[in-house]
């Protein structure tokens, strides 16, 4: 209801033409350009977000590290994240690469980073192959993050460039906010089942030592958390038609 109110009023504002500026003019909603855009800042947003607390989390939580050995394994999602960016854009403004190929390439990248991230083995283990997955995911991520921005002003009307940057920004947390709470409520329903069938298995005594009983309810915790990084791998792909609105002939360029 809050969207449908707000669609309305902003397309109220934008065909009055008057002194009151609109936040999200309805231009927006009539360019496909720019909502193409928007859609894939607000896919992105949830997998590059997300991926920065619930990584941490699950070093935490099923690998028993501290706070800061788990933020120094994050330490390749984020440092490529920036490599991506630098590159992709090096890409796009010198090698005059249409950036749709750019964003497409990026959001596989994340694609493929965040369904390995998500099949890892349900183990307490800390497995070193997580660096690799997480320089693919991150450098994916870095891909499109910049990039997107960079291209606004190429497909908008001059006096909507300094409003498009700001519902862009709004836009990427905005989808970050949305997948927060899909994958909550994935994670929740993955884990609570499990856990009560766990809790009544040990009530049973079928659980001796309490080693074990403490591996059992991390693996149950890894699972759920590898069913959050296949969402955000949804959310990565779903990226991809979202770019296509991009498409055009002759091909934008940054």
Request: net charge positive; proline share 6%; glycine share 10%.
């Amino acid at each position: 209801m809050s969207w449908m109110l707000l669609i309305i009023w902003e397309r109220h504002v934008t065909l009055a033409d008057g002194i009151r500026e609109p936040v999200l003019p309805w231009r927006f909603f009539t360019q496909r350009y720019i909502g193409g855009i928007l859609l894939c800042l607000m896919f992105l947003g949830g997998p590059f977000v997300i991926s920065v607390y619930q990584l941490p989390q699950r070093f935490q939580t099923v690998n028993g590290l501290t706070g800061l050995e788990a933020g120094v394994r994050l330490i390749p999602f984020t440092l490529l994240a920036p490599v991506g960016t630098g590159i992709a854009a090096s890409v796009a403004g010198r090698l005059k690469v249409p950036p749709i190929y750019i964003i497409i390439i990026g959001a596989l990248f994340q694609v493929i980073g965040f369904t390995l991230l998500g099949t890892l083995p349900t183990t307490t283990e800390f497995l070193p192959r997580i660096y690799g997955f997480e320089i693919i995911a991150g450098f994916g991520c870095g891909m499109n993050l910049a990039l997107l921005f960079v291209i606004i002003p190429g497909v908008v009307e001059a006096r909507d460039q300094a409003v498009a940057m700001g519902a862009a920004s709004q836009f990427r947390m905005m989808g970050s906010a949305i997948a927060a709470a899909i994958v909550t409520s994935v994670y929740n329903g993955y884990t609570q089942p499990r856990l009560e069938n766990a809790s009544i298995r040990l009530g049973m005594g079928l659980v001796n030592t309490t080693a074990d009983k403490d591996v059992i309810m991390r693996e149950i915790y890894a699972g759920g958390y590898n069913q959050q990084l296949l969402v955000l791998a949804a959310f990565a792909a779903a990226q991809i038609p979202a770019a296509m609105l991009l498409w055009k002939t002759p091909q934008i360029k940054a």
